[in-house]
């Protein structure tokens, strides 16, 4: 059902189907995003992100914070979850030394706001102690520290867990604010045990009575500050718990609150491949597809939607992308352009542009497949040669800005049986390129 505005098709969809909640990955890596939540929080909230560590157990030369997924460092993702924040107002983050000049060309290019780079420590207490101190020379430098600053909250958060969302963010800063400290906590996947200096079981831990201390954490400024002025040596040297150090050196007992699965911390190099794929499998849950008006593409169009909703992609059907349907150049990730019988790529560039006008692929790449449905009457052969290389120009132009342009070429049919057989093979590529996000295929033509 073509329709002439997106939020048009709640009523005219097929009653079998719910109407897809309109929700879009959100700018945080790899979670699906609620509405944005209108929270109001009535003090400063501050994060710092602790990203100074070598990355030692992914066995790679390049520290994980600063590996590529889906072409963007990790951290970028991170960082993203939080400014997206409204009521957090700063963010830190704590790389060791040589990484500064890195660290600070990635907020560049990824034009992140609200953050301030300052160097790391050995070890992730001391980096995240020097977060917490920056934090308090901001306030300085404004002026006295406000007596409203020294209550305010300090999330605390390792740079490479980037699955964070708001409304647990919302729970440990509340938390925070009220306790003093707070931390995120998940129920322990293996039994925990002690070993004899012989190496034999000494005794296990009766599991259900323990949590694994994960991230987030919130602490009001002066207890973490406090807990920093307060702890050893040792402390700084091999310790990994900041709620410890507040109830050793603070009294203050932090409140734990479980929280999702998405926290998870990338540590070993496999961890990175799970991060990048949970992100494409966001990215990949809709698409939209442009028909440009014609009835030869609206019935295509209605096809594939049949055949790919099937295959766990939901896709919209719009004439074009103006007026209320430029509402998709910021929703979508996925585009799909069918035109029928011409082969200019016109309609492709003039996506391209539009995209281009509204920065789409900042952060995250986007595909678009150019469905190129051939008519009954024969191109002639040296259009036909001429749109493979067409196609293949347009795509690595675009691939630098980080839109992946592909092509399927598909020929008009007068039998069925076939002409159901090629939209089905349309609808089993468009998902595939729509999930893997191949750079190997960007300028293909594929023949369905
Ligand atoms: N001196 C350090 C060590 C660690 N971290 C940060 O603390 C977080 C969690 O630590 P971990 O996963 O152990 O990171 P690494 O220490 O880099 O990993 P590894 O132990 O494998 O070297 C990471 O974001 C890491 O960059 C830090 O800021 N400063
Ligand atoms: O020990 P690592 O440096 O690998 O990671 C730090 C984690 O231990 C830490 O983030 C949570 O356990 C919460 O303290």
Not at 331 to 342: A, D, G, L
Not at 391 to 404: E, M
């Amino acid at each position: 059902m073509e329709k002439t505005s997106p939020n048009e098709d709640a009523d005219n969809r097929d009653p079998a189907r719910p109407a897809r909640p309109r929700t879009f990955p959100t700018r945080e890596a790899g979670v699906r995003d609620r509405q944005p939540m209108d929270r109001s929080v009535d003090f400063p909230v501050s994060v710092v992100l602790p990203a100074g560590g070598t990355g030692e157990r992914t066995g790679l030369q390049t520290p994980k914070q600063f590996c590529s997924v889906l072409g963007r460092p990790l951290i970028s993702f991170t960082i993203q979850a939080f400014e997206r924040v409204s009521w957090i107002q700063s963010i830190v983050v704590v790389v060791a030394k040589e990484y500064m000049d890195l660290m600070t060309d990635i907020i560049q290019r990824f034009q992140h706001k609200k953050v301030q780079v300052v160097p790391g420590g050995k070890t992730r207490h001391r980096s995240i102690c020097n977060g917490v101190l920056a934090l308090g020379e901001a306030t300085r430098e404004e002026g006295q520290m406000l007596a409203a600053d020294r209550a305010k909250v300090v999330i605390i958060h390792d740079a490479v867990r980037p699955f964070v969302e708001e409304d647990f963010l919302y729970k440990i800063a509340m938390s925070a604010k009220e306790q003093g400290a707070a931390g995120a906590v998940r129920p322990l996947v293996s039994t925990v045990i002690s070993t004899t200096s012989e190496g034999y079981l000494d005794h296990s831990l009766e599991r259900a009575k323990y949590r694994a201390s994960e991230m987030p954490q919130g602490f009001t400024y002066d207890v973490i500050h406090q807990a920093y002025q307060r702890c050893t040596e040792s402390d700084f040297e091999f310790g990994t718990e900041c709620l410890h150090l507040a109830l050793q050196y603070c009294g203050t007992n932090a409140k734990l609150i479980e929280g999702p699965p998405t926290l998870w911390k990338v540590t070993y190099k496999r961890d990175l491949a799970a991060a990048e794929s949970i992100i494409k499998e966001t990215l990949s849950q809709s698409a939209c597809i442009i028909t440009g008006g014609s009835a030869q593409a609206v019935t295509l169009a209605d096809a594939l939607q049949k055949a790919v909703g099937a295959l766990d992609t939901e896709l919209d059907i719009t004439p074009d992308l103006m007026g209320d349907n430029s509402k998709y150049l910021l929703e979508e990730w996925n585009f799909i352009q069918i035109s029928v019988s011409h082969s200019c790529l016109s309609e492709v560039e003039a996506i391209l542009m539009d995209l281009e006008a509204v920065n789409r692929a900042l952060l995250h790449p986007v595909v678009v497949i150019w469905v190129h449905l051939n008519g009954l009457d024969e191109l002639s052969v040296s259009r036909k040669m001429a749109v493979p290389a067409a196609i293949r120009d347009l795509a690595s132009a675009a691939k630098l800005r980080n839109i992946l342009v592909y092509g399927i070429q598909l020929h008009q049919s007068a039998d069925t049986e076939r002409w159901e057989r090629s939209v089905l093979r349309v609808a089993e590529i468009t998902s595939t390129l729509i999930r893997d996000r191949s750079p190997a295929l960007v300028g293909q033509l594929l023949q369905a």
